[in-house]
Nanobody
Framework: QVQLVESGGGLVQAGGSLRLSCTASGRFFNTYIMGWFRQAPGKEREFVAGIRWSGGGTDYADSVKGRFTISRANAKVTVYLEMNSLKLDDSAVYYC?????????????WGQGTQVTVFS
């Protein structure tokens, strides 16, 4: 089992920035993939960004390319999502996820989610 704990959500004005963190524990292997997904009210959960722990290859949803950056800190087993130029449409519950093979889901392990609210 892998446990994922997110932090860093909150309220931010449109155009602002926010950084989310997710720390993994348990049976996490450095071959895993970690990612961020989000779910807005009334919408399905969607892929946001992912990173391969080994090698650091990344993938982004088109809607966040150029604004969001995913990165990792190996020693801390932590993945970050730096979100810049935030828009109202970015408001959602953001979930951290991990999987041995898939970067865009479905993922085997999920965090509890952290709320991001962008206001005008």
């Amino acid at each position: 089992q892998v446990q994922l704990v997110e932090s860093g959500g909150g309220l931010v004005q449109a155009g602002g920035s926010l950084r989310l963190s997710c720390t993994a524990s348990g049976r996490f292997f450095n071959t895993y993939i970690m990612g961020w997904f989000r779910q807005a009210p009334g919408k399905e959960r969607e892929f946001v960004a992912g990173i391969r722990w080994s090698g650091g290859g990344t993938d982004y949803a088109d809607s966040v390319k150029g604004r969001f950056t995913i990165s990792r800190a190996n020693a801390k087993v932590t993945v970050y999502l730096e979100m810049n130029s935030l828009k109202l449409d970015d408001s959602a519950v953001y979930y951290c996820a991990a999987d041995p093979y898939r970067i865009r889901g479905p993922m085997d392990y999920w965090g509890q989610g952290t709320q991001v609210t962008v206001f005008s």
